[in-house]
């Protein structure tokens, strides 16, 4: 008899619905923000945005090589890294901008020496005029 009362009184208690007070809705509700903020501020040091932006272009370049498929996967995971450590893009295209200088001014028909000796003349009549 005695185990017949629990267990109606554990379906009665189980159905019904308990609305939590406005006090305890707010309360949760700024616990979940400060979680929240806790873990974007987490995700943009650079400690944990460069190993993850390196396996993400790791799998990337191991679905291009491996499955050949879903190239666009991989493809998009490695957008995604470049965009993930951001600053290591920046880098990437100075480097790259400095390189392609460097190849157009051994393009030009004239000697590097030359090229730096003009722009160190050029410059310092510029100063000199100012």
């Known amino acids: ?3 017949c009362v629990v267990y109606i009184y554990k379906c009665w208690a189980t159905r019904q619905v308990r609305e939590p007070s406005p006090e305890v809705k707010a309360a949760a509700a700024a616990r979940e923000q400060e979680e929240l903020r806790k873990a974007h501020e987490f995700e943009s040091k650079w400690y944990f945005r460069y190993p993850m932006a390196a396996l993400m272009a790791g799998g990337g370049i191991y679905l291009i090589v491996e499955n050949e498929r879903i190239w666009w996967l991989g493809a998009l995971l490695c ?7 951001w ?3 920046l880098l990437g295209l100075l480097a ?4 392609l200088v460097f190849k157009g001014i ?4 004239i000697s590097v020496a030359i090229v ?3 722009l160190i003349i050029a410059s310092a ?3 000199r005029r100012s």
């Not at 957008?79 to 450590?85: E, G, H, R, Y």
């Not at 790259?96 to 390189?99: D, F, N």
């Open 1 to 3: 008899m005695c185990l």
């Open 79 to 85: 957008i995604v890294a470049l965009f993930q450590a």
């Open 87 to 89: 600053e290591m893009l």
């Open 96 to 99: 790259g901008a400095i390189y």
């Open 106 to 109: 051994a393009a030009l028909p």
């Open 116 to 118: 730096v000796g003009a």
């Open 125 to 127: 009549l510029a100063r």
